[in-house]
Protein backbone atom coordinates (compact mmCIF):
# COMPACT_ATOMS: atom_id res chain seq x y z
CA UNK A 1 0.00 0.00 0.00
CA UNK A 2 1.20 3.53 -0.51
CA UNK A 3 0.09 6.53 0.34
CA UNK A 4 0.22 10.45 0.23
CA UNK A 5 -1.03 13.43 2.03
CA UNK A 6 -2.16 16.76 0.71
CA UNK A 7 -3.25 19.46 3.13
CA UNK A 8 -6.29 21.30 1.93
CA UNK A 9 -6.44 23.95 4.78
CA UNK A 10 -5.34 23.65 8.41
CA UNK A 11 -8.02 21.50 9.84
CA UNK A 12 -8.28 18.91 6.53
CA UNK A 13 -6.20 17.36 4.34
CA UNK A 14 -6.60 14.76 1.42
CA UNK A 15 -5.27 11.10 1.98
CA UNK A 16 -4.66 9.50 -1.54
CA UNK A 17 -4.37 5.84 -1.03
CA UNK A 18 -3.16 3.03 -3.75
CA UNK A 19 -3.74 -0.58 -2.50
CA UNK A 20 -2.42 -3.59 -4.91
CA UNK A 21 -4.62 -5.97 -5.69
CA UNK A 22 -3.18 -8.84 -3.70
CA UNK A 23 -3.39 -7.06 -0.54
CA UNK A 24 -7.16 -7.57 -0.87
CA UNK A 25 -6.95 -11.43 -0.33
CA UNK A 26 -8.05 -11.63 3.19
CA UNK A 27 -11.07 -9.47 2.85
CA UNK A 28 -11.93 -11.28 -0.73
CA UNK A 29 -11.53 -14.54 0.68
CA UNK A 30 -13.70 -12.89 3.96
CA UNK A 31 -16.77 -11.95 1.18
CA UNK A 32 -16.82 -15.33 -0.27
CA UNK A 33 -16.99 -16.80 3.52
CA UNK A 34 -20.10 -14.24 4.10
CA UNK A 35 -21.75 -14.72 0.70
CA UNK A 36 -21.75 -18.44 1.21
CA UNK A 37 -23.15 -18.48 4.26
CA UNK A 38 -26.42 -16.10 2.96
CA UNK A 39 -27.00 -17.66 -0.47
CA UNK A 40 -28.15 -21.32 -1.35
CA UNK A 41 -27.18 -23.04 -4.91
CA UNK A 42 -28.57 -26.58 -5.79
CA UNK A 43 -26.32 -29.44 -5.63
CA UNK A 44 -23.84 -27.64 -3.28
CA UNK A 45 -24.23 -27.77 0.74
CA UNK A 46 -24.43 -24.16 2.30
CA UNK A 47 -21.13 -22.94 2.94
CA UNK A 48 -19.66 -24.93 0.51
CA UNK A 49 -20.02 -22.94 -2.91
CA UNK A 50 -16.82 -22.61 -4.43
CA UNK A 51 -16.05 -19.21 -5.41
CA UNK A 52 -16.07 -19.49 -9.52
CA UNK A 53 -19.84 -20.59 -8.84
CA UNK A 54 -20.71 -17.61 -6.64
CA UNK A 55 -18.87 -15.11 -9.54
CA UNK A 56 -21.71 -16.95 -12.17
CA UNK A 57 -24.39 -16.93 -9.50
CA UNK A 58 -24.17 -13.10 -8.38
CA UNK A 59 -21.58 -11.89 -9.95
CA UNK A 60 -17.80 -10.90 -9.09
CA UNK A 61 -19.02 -7.06 -8.63
CA UNK A 62 -20.93 -8.75 -5.52
CA UNK A 63 -17.68 -10.24 -4.00
CA UNK A 64 -15.38 -6.81 -4.81
CA UNK A 65 -18.03 -4.78 -3.52
CA UNK A 66 -18.05 -6.99 -0.07
CA UNK A 67 -14.13 -6.98 -0.58
CA UNK A 68 -13.55 -3.51 -0.82
CA UNK A 69 -16.19 -2.50 2.11
CA UNK A 70 -14.04 -4.65 4.57
CA UNK A 71 -10.38 -3.43 3.40
CA UNK A 72 -11.36 0.08 3.47
CA UNK A 73 -11.39 0.80 7.52
CA UNK A 74 -8.13 -1.07 7.57
CA UNK A 75 -6.74 0.54 4.55
CA UNK A 76 -8.08 3.85 5.71
CA UNK A 77 -6.40 3.37 9.61
CA UNK A 78 -2.89 2.21 8.22
CA UNK A 79 -2.35 5.16 5.89
CA UNK A 80 -3.71 7.46 9.00
CA UNK A 81 -1.04 5.77 11.11
CA UNK A 82 1.91 6.07 8.32
CA UNK A 83 1.69 10.15 7.87
CA UNK A 84 0.80 10.28 11.43
CA UNK A 85 -2.19 11.92 11.25
CA UNK A 86 -4.56 13.39 14.06
CA UNK A 87 -7.97 12.84 13.03
CA UNK A 88 -11.64 14.18 14.07
CA UNK A 89 -14.89 12.18 13.32
CA UNK A 90 -15.15 10.22 10.27
CA UNK A 91 -13.53 10.79 6.52
CA UNK A 92 -15.42 11.16 3.15
CA UNK A 93 -14.09 8.03 1.33
CA UNK A 94 -14.42 8.12 -2.55
CA UNK A 95 -13.38 5.13 -4.43
CA UNK A 96 -11.37 6.28 -7.34
CA UNK A 97 -10.34 3.36 -9.26
CA UNK A 98 -10.58 -0.56 -8.65
CA UNK A 99 -9.47 -2.91 -11.43
CA UNK A 100 -10.42 -6.88 -10.34
CA UNK A 101 -6.60 -8.10 -10.22
CA UNK A 102 -5.24 -5.11 -10.40
CA UNK A 103 -5.35 -2.24 -8.31
CA UNK A 104 -7.51 -0.41 -5.89
CA UNK A 105 -7.69 3.49 -5.45
CA UNK A 106 -9.14 5.76 -3.56
CA UNK A 107 -9.08 8.87 -1.88
CA UNK A 108 -10.21 10.09 2.10
CA UNK A 109 -10.99 13.94 3.03
CA UNK A 110 -10.58 14.44 6.85
CA UNK A 111 -10.36 16.76 9.29
CA UNK A 112 -7.51 16.79 11.04
CA UNK A 113 -6.98 18.59 15.04
CA UNK A 114 -4.43 21.65 14.13
CA UNK A 115 -0.81 22.55 14.60
CA UNK A 116 -0.84 25.05 17.29
CA UNK A 117 2.05 26.85 18.41
CA UNK A 118 1.83 27.60 21.86
CA UNK A 119 4.15 30.89 22.74
CA UNK A 120 5.13 32.05 26.04
CA UNK A 121 2.59 32.38 28.66
CA UNK A 122 4.30 33.44 31.90
CA UNK A 123 3.22 36.63 31.21
CA UNK A 124 -0.58 36.39 31.83
CA UNK A 125 -1.80 38.82 34.13
CA UNK A 126 -5.60 38.50 35.49
CA UNK A 127 -7.48 40.44 38.51
CA UNK A 128 -10.16 39.18 40.09
CA UNK A 129 -13.02 40.06 42.40
CA UNK A 130 -10.99 40.52 46.18
CA UNK A 131 -12.29 38.48 49.44
CA UNK A 132 -13.72 40.17 51.61
CA UNK A 133 -16.69 39.51 54.10
CA UNK A 134 -19.07 42.46 55.50
CA UNK A 135 -21.00 42.21 58.50
CA UNK A 136 -24.07 42.16 56.44
CA UNK A 137 -22.71 38.73 54.92
CA UNK A 138 -22.37 37.07 57.83
CA UNK A 139 -26.03 38.50 59.20
CA UNK A 140 -27.74 37.68 56.18
CA UNK A 141 -25.85 34.11 56.90
CA UNK A 142 -27.11 33.45 60.18
CA UNK A 143 -30.34 35.46 59.06
CA UNK A 144 -30.93 32.72 56.38
CA UNK A 145 -29.81 29.39 58.96
CA UNK A 146 -32.33 31.15 61.44
CA UNK A 147 -35.29 31.02 58.80
CA UNK A 148 -34.64 27.15 58.59
CA UNK A 149 -35.46 26.79 62.42
CA UNK A 150 -38.18 28.33 62.15
CA UNK A 151 -41.61 27.03 63.40
CA UNK A 152 -44.82 27.41 62.82
CA UNK A 153 -48.32 27.83 64.66
CA UNK A 154 -51.47 27.79 63.12
CA UNK A 155 -53.34 31.28 63.58
CA UNK A 156 -57.06 32.52 63.26
CA UNK A 157 -56.60 34.96 61.25
CA UNK A 158 -56.09 36.67 57.57
CA UNK A 159 -53.20 35.61 55.88
CA UNK A 160 -50.01 37.50 55.38
CA UNK A 161 -47.34 37.49 53.87
CA UNK A 162 -44.89 35.35 55.26
CA UNK A 163 -47.27 32.81 56.73
CA UNK A 164 -47.32 28.96 56.01
CA UNK A 165 -50.87 28.32 54.22
CA UNK A 166 -51.90 25.06 54.05
CA UNK A 167 -54.04 24.97 50.42
CA UNK A 168 -56.62 22.95 48.10
CA UNK A 169 -56.33 23.95 44.61
CA UNK A 170 -57.98 23.44 41.34
CA UNK A 171 -56.74 24.15 37.51
CA UNK A 172 -59.20 24.36 34.75
CA UNK A 173 -58.38 25.19 31.41
CA UNK A 174 -61.55 26.03 28.58
CA UNK A 175 -63.65 25.47 31.91
CA UNK A 176 -62.18 22.06 31.97
CA UNK A 177 -61.12 20.44 35.06
CA UNK A 178 -57.38 19.21 34.45
CA UNK A 179 -56.55 15.69 35.71
CA UNK A 180 -53.40 16.80 36.54
CA UNK A 181 -55.04 20.13 38.04
CA UNK A 182 -56.28 19.20 41.29
CA UNK A 183 -54.38 19.36 44.83
CA UNK A 184 -54.83 19.19 47.92
CA UNK A 185 -52.78 19.76 51.19
CA UNK A 186 -50.22 21.82 49.89
CA UNK A 187 -48.10 24.15 51.77
CA UNK A 188 -47.13 27.53 50.49
CA UNK A 189 -45.10 30.37 52.34
CA UNK A 190 -46.70 33.19 51.08
CA UNK A 191 -43.83 35.59 49.25
CA UNK A 192 -41.77 32.84 48.54
CA UNK A 193 -42.73 32.78 44.78
CA UNK A 194 -42.69 28.73 44.79
CA UNK A 195 -46.09 28.23 42.96
CA UNK A 196 -48.09 29.63 40.49
CA UNK A 197 -47.85 33.13 39.60
CA UNK A 198 -50.79 35.31 41.25
CA UNK A 199 -51.21 33.28 44.06
CA UNK A 200 -49.82 35.05 46.86
CA UNK A 201 -51.92 38.31 45.72
CA UNK A 202 -54.89 35.44 45.95
CA UNK A 203 -54.39 34.23 49.72
CA UNK A 204 -53.38 37.68 51.20
CA UNK A 205 -56.18 38.39 53.66
CA UNK A 206 -58.31 34.30 53.42
CA UNK A 207 -58.96 33.49 56.70
CA UNK A 208 -59.06 29.56 56.91
CA UNK A 209 -61.96 28.44 55.35
CA UNK A 210 -61.64 31.06 52.44
CA UNK A 211 -61.62 30.73 48.37
CA UNK A 212 -60.30 32.60 45.45
CA UNK A 213 -60.21 32.12 42.12
CA UNK A 214 -57.11 33.87 39.61
CA UNK A 215 -55.67 33.22 36.44
CA UNK A 216 -52.32 32.15 36.12
CA UNK A 217 -49.79 30.66 32.89
CA UNK A 218 -49.05 26.79 34.22
CA UNK A 219 -45.51 26.03 34.79
CA UNK A 220 -45.33 22.35 34.35
CA UNK A 221 -48.17 19.53 33.89
CA UNK A 222 -50.43 18.21 30.90
CA UNK A 223 -51.36 22.05 30.12
CA UNK A 224 -47.67 23.61 31.04
CA UNK A 225 -47.43 27.08 29.41
CA UNK A 226 -51.40 27.51 29.26
CA UNK A 227 -53.76 29.96 31.05
CA UNK A 228 -55.76 28.55 33.43
CA UNK A 229 -58.33 29.52 35.84
CA UNK A 230 -57.23 28.03 39.34
CA UNK A 231 -59.93 28.43 42.36
CA UNK A 232 -57.30 28.03 45.90
CA UNK A 233 -59.12 27.30 49.00
CA UNK A 234 -56.95 27.99 52.13
CA UNK A 235 -57.48 25.05 54.69
CA UNK A 236 -55.35 26.35 57.43
CA UNK A 237 -53.19 29.85 58.13
CA UNK A 238 -50.08 29.14 60.57
CA UNK A 239 -47.65 32.03 61.43
CA UNK A 240 -43.98 31.25 61.05
CA UNK A 241 -42.08 31.85 64.50
CA UNK A 242 -38.23 32.54 64.53
CA UNK A 243 -35.83 31.44 67.15
CA UNK A 244 -33.94 34.06 69.13
CA UNK A 245 -30.52 34.98 68.15
CA UNK A 246 -28.79 33.83 71.08
CA UNK A 247 -26.18 31.24 72.52
CA UNK A 248 -29.60 29.15 72.76
CA UNK A 249 -29.87 29.15 69.00
CA UNK A 250 -26.21 28.85 67.99
CA UNK A 251 -26.29 25.60 70.49
CA UNK A 252 -29.92 24.46 68.46
CA UNK A 253 -28.33 25.44 64.98
CA UNK A 254 -24.60 24.26 65.26
CA UNK A 255 -22.21 22.81 67.40
CA UNK A 256 -20.85 25.48 68.59
CA UNK A 257 -21.59 26.90 72.11
CA UNK A 258 -22.04 30.55 71.98
CA UNK A 259 -23.50 33.13 68.99
CA UNK A 260 -20.56 34.92 68.32
CA UNK A 261 -18.58 31.34 67.83
CA UNK A 262 -21.70 30.51 65.23
CA UNK A 263 -20.79 34.46 63.23
CA UNK A 264 -17.24 33.58 62.97
CA UNK A 265 -17.63 30.03 61.75
CA UNK A 266 -20.23 32.00 59.12
CA UNK A 267 -17.09 34.09 58.44
CA UNK A 268 -14.73 31.17 57.74
CA UNK A 269 -17.52 29.55 55.47
CA UNK A 270 -18.32 32.91 53.41
CA UNK A 271 -14.68 33.60 53.14
CA UNK A 272 -13.72 29.97 51.99
CA UNK A 273 -16.49 30.01 49.27
CA UNK A 274 -15.30 33.75 47.89
CA UNK A 275 -12.14 32.07 48.04
CA UNK A 276 -13.19 29.29 45.73
CA UNK A 277 -15.02 31.96 43.28
CA UNK A 278 -11.82 33.74 43.40
CA UNK A 279 -9.58 30.62 41.86
CA UNK A 280 -12.40 29.89 39.69
CA UNK A 281 -12.54 32.99 38.34
CA UNK A 282 -9.03 32.99 38.41
CA UNK A 283 -9.41 29.83 36.21
CA UNK A 284 -11.45 31.50 33.41
CA UNK A 285 -9.77 34.54 33.13
CA UNK A 286 -6.40 33.03 32.49
CA UNK A 287 -8.15 30.84 30.21
CA UNK A 288 -9.91 33.72 27.80
CA UNK A 289 -6.11 35.63 27.78
CA UNK A 290 -4.62 32.17 26.77
CA UNK A 291 -7.10 31.83 24.35
CA UNK A 292 -6.02 35.40 23.19
CA UNK A 293 -2.66 34.48 22.30
CA UNK A 294 -3.00 31.33 20.36
CA UNK A 295 -3.99 31.27 16.86
CA UNK A 296 -6.56 28.34 16.91
CA UNK A 297 -8.47 27.14 13.54
CA UNK A 298 -11.76 25.32 14.14
CA UNK A 299 -13.20 22.58 11.60
CA UNK A 300 -16.15 23.96 10.08
CA UNK A 301 -18.06 20.13 10.08
CA UNK A 302 -16.75 19.76 13.73
CA UNK A 303 -18.50 22.86 14.74
CA UNK A 304 -21.30 22.02 13.18
CA UNK A 305 -21.76 19.03 14.90
CA UNK A 306 -21.02 20.94 18.01
CA UNK A 307 -23.58 23.85 17.81
CA UNK A 308 -26.05 20.78 17.07
CA UNK A 309 -25.41 18.96 19.80
CA UNK A 310 -25.86 21.56 22.32
CA UNK A 311 -29.13 22.52 20.62
CA UNK A 312 -30.26 19.30 21.21
CA UNK A 313 -29.13 18.65 24.49
CA UNK A 314 -30.57 22.16 25.41
CA UNK A 315 -34.24 21.07 23.54
CA UNK A 316 -34.68 17.71 24.93
CA UNK A 317 -32.84 16.95 28.26
CA UNK A 318 -32.53 20.19 30.59
CA UNK A 319 -35.57 22.35 29.05
CA UNK A 320 -37.65 18.97 28.96
CA UNK A 321 -36.84 18.62 32.88
CA UNK A 322 -37.94 21.92 33.37
CA UNK A 323 -41.26 21.24 31.18
CA UNK A 324 -40.15 24.17 28.83
CA UNK A 325 -39.75 23.89 25.41
CA UNK A 326 -37.30 26.46 22.89
CA UNK A 327 -39.44 29.34 22.09
CA UNK A 328 -40.43 29.16 26.04
CA UNK A 329 -36.95 29.28 27.29
CA UNK A 330 -35.89 32.40 24.97
CA UNK A 331 -38.95 34.19 26.20
CA UNK A 332 -37.93 33.69 29.47
CA UNK A 333 -34.25 34.98 28.64
CA UNK A 334 -35.80 37.88 27.19
CA UNK A 335 -33.74 36.53 23.48
CA UNK A 336 -34.48 36.17 20.10
CA UNK A 337 -33.69 33.04 18.33
CA UNK A 338 -30.50 34.54 16.27
CA UNK A 339 -29.43 36.11 19.44
CA UNK A 340 -29.80 31.89 20.96
CA UNK A 341 -27.76 31.27 17.62
CA UNK A 342 -25.04 33.39 18.14
CA UNK A 343 -24.61 32.38 21.82
CA UNK A 344 -24.49 28.83 20.98
CA UNK A 345 -22.61 28.90 18.08
CA UNK A 346 -19.41 31.38 20.14
CA UNK A 347 -19.61 28.82 22.82
CA UNK A 348 -19.05 25.93 20.51
CA UNK A 349 -15.93 27.29 19.30
CA UNK A 350 -14.55 28.43 22.70
CA UNK A 351 -15.26 24.85 24.10
CA UNK A 352 -13.48 23.29 20.84
CA UNK A 353 -10.67 26.05 20.98
CA UNK A 354 -10.42 25.17 24.64
CA UNK A 355 -9.88 21.33 23.84
CA UNK A 356 -7.36 22.04 21.38
CA UNK A 357 -4.84 24.42 23.19
CA UNK A 358 -5.27 22.77 26.46
CA UNK A 359 -4.75 19.03 24.88
CA UNK A 360 -1.35 20.49 23.07
CA UNK A 361 -0.37 22.24 26.40
CA UNK A 362 -0.83 18.21 27.90
CA UNK A 363 1.51 16.88 25.17
CA UNK A 364 4.00 20.40 26.08
CA UNK A 365 4.47 19.86 29.57
CA UNK A 366 4.36 16.26 29.51
CA UNK A 367 1.33 15.71 31.68
CA UNK A 368 0.54 12.66 33.05
CA UNK A 369 -2.64 11.33 35.17
CA UNK A 370 -2.44 8.94 37.67
CA UNK A 371 -5.54 6.85 39.45
CA UNK A 372 -5.68 8.67 42.42
CA UNK A 373 -6.14 11.82 40.43
CA UNK A 374 -8.94 10.05 38.19
CA UNK A 375 -10.28 8.52 41.20
CA UNK A 376 -11.05 12.40 42.59
CA UNK A 377 -12.28 13.60 39.50
CA UNK A 378 -14.65 10.48 38.72
CA UNK A 379 -16.15 11.15 42.06
CA UNK A 380 -16.51 15.18 41.54
CA UNK A 381 -18.27 14.27 38.65
CA UNK A 382 -20.73 11.15 39.86
CA UNK A 383 -21.45 14.34 42.84
CA UNK A 384 -22.72 16.60 40.28
CA UNK A 385 -24.59 14.14 38.25
CA UNK A 386 -26.61 12.67 41.13
CA UNK A 387 -25.46 8.97 40.73
CA UNK A 388 -23.46 6.98 43.34
CA UNK A 389 -19.16 6.78 42.64
CA UNK A 390 -19.82 2.78 41.42
CA UNK A 391 -22.89 4.02 39.33
CA UNK A 392 -21.13 6.83 37.64
CA UNK A 393 -17.97 4.67 37.38
CA UNK A 394 -19.99 1.75 35.81
CA UNK A 395 -21.39 3.96 33.58
CA UNK A 396 -18.00 5.52 32.59
CA UNK A 397 -16.88 2.32 31.89
CA UNK A 398 -19.63 0.46 29.82
CA UNK A 399 -19.69 3.86 27.71
CA UNK A 400 -16.05 3.64 26.92
CA UNK A 401 -15.69 7.17 28.42
CA UNK A 402 -12.51 6.78 30.56
CA UNK A 403 -10.69 8.00 27.96
CA UNK A 404 -12.71 11.13 28.29
CA UNK A 405 -12.34 11.48 31.64
CA UNK A 406 -8.57 10.86 31.72
CA UNK A 407 -8.32 13.99 29.15
CA UNK A 408 -10.79 16.24 31.27
CA UNK A 409 -8.03 15.68 33.92
CA UNK A 410 -5.15 16.47 31.99
CA UNK A 411 -6.78 19.75 30.81
CA UNK A 412 -7.20 20.52 34.07
CA UNK A 413 -3.50 19.70 34.92
CA UNK A 414 -2.31 22.08 31.94
CA UNK A 415 -4.66 25.59 32.70
CA UNK A 416 -3.41 24.46 36.55
CA UNK A 417 0.11 25.36 35.05
CA UNK A 418 -0.71 28.13 33.48
CA UNK A 419 -2.51 29.87 36.55
CA UNK A 420 0.51 28.93 38.42
CA UNK A 421 2.93 31.39 35.96
CA UNK A 422 0.11 33.80 35.54
CA UNK A 423 0.23 37.03 37.63
CA UNK A 424 -3.33 36.66 39.55
CA UNK A 425 -4.57 40.57 41.28
CA UNK A 426 -7.46 41.09 42.83
CA UNK A 427 -9.25 44.62 42.33
CA UNK A 428 -7.52 45.76 45.80
CA UNK A 429 -4.15 45.39 43.78
CA UNK A 430 -3.18 42.28 45.90
CA UNK A 431 -1.25 39.87 44.36
CA UNK A 432 -3.03 36.34 44.73
CA UNK A 433 -1.10 32.83 45.81
CA UNK A 434 -3.47 30.12 44.30
CA UNK A 435 -2.76 26.64 45.78
CA UNK A 436 -1.30 24.35 43.40
CA UNK A 437 -3.94 21.32 44.64
CA UNK A 438 -7.16 24.09 44.88
CA UNK A 439 -5.84 25.10 40.95
CA UNK A 440 -5.64 21.77 39.90
CA UNK A 441 -9.20 20.53 41.18
CA UNK A 442 -10.82 23.52 40.09
CA UNK A 443 -9.12 23.80 37.14
CA UNK A 444 -10.15 20.02 36.07
CA UNK A 445 -13.99 21.33 36.88
CA UNK A 446 -13.46 24.35 34.80
CA UNK A 447 -12.49 22.42 31.97
CA UNK A 448 -14.70 18.98 32.14
CA UNK A 449 -17.05 17.88 29.80
CA UNK A 450 -20.47 18.64 32.09
CA UNK A 451 -22.19 15.52 31.79
CA UNK A 452 -24.99 17.47 32.70
CA UNK A 453 -24.17 18.81 29.55
CA UNK A 454 -23.48 15.59 26.84
CA UNK A 455 -23.02 18.04 24.10
CA UNK A 456 -19.56 18.46 25.40
CA UNK A 457 -19.18 14.37 26.08
CA UNK A 458 -19.96 14.18 22.26
CA UNK A 459 -17.20 17.10 21.25
CA UNK A 460 -14.24 15.10 23.14
CA UNK A 461 -15.98 11.58 21.07
CA UNK A 462 -15.79 13.57 18.11
CA UNK A 463 -12.23 15.50 18.19
CA UNK A 464 -10.67 11.78 19.48
CA UNK A 465 -11.12 10.79 16.18
Known sequence: MKSAVETL????????????????????????????????????????????VIDQR??????????????????????????????LGQPEVDITELKDGETLNFTAEVDVRPALEIPDYSGIEVEVDAVEVSEEDVDKAVSDLRERFASTSPVERAAQDGDVVTLDLEAKVDGEVLEDGVASGVSYTIGSGELLDGIDDAVTGLEAGGEATFASELKGGSAAGKEAEVTVKVTQVAARELPELDDEFAQLASEFDTLEELRADSRKR??????????????????????????VPVPEKLLEEEVNTRKHNLEHHQLGQMGLDLPKYLEIQGKTEEEFETETREAAVKGIKTQFVLDELVK?????????????HLMRRAASSGMSPDQFAQAVVE???????????????????VVEKATVKDTNGEIIDLEDEEEETEAAEATETPAEAPAEEKTEEKTEG
Do not use: C, H, W
Not at 59 to 69: I, K, S
Not at 273 to 281: E, G, L, R, V
Not at 364 to 376: A, R, Y
Open 9 to 52: NPTRVRLTVEVPFEELKDSLDAAYKKINQQVTVKGFRKGKIPAR
Open 58 to 87: FGRGAVLEEAVNDALPKFYTEAVNEAELNV
Open 270 to 295: LENMKQYDQATQAQERVLEKLLELVE
Open 364 to 376: QEKLNVNQEELTE
Open 399 to 417: GGQVPLLVGEVARGKALAV
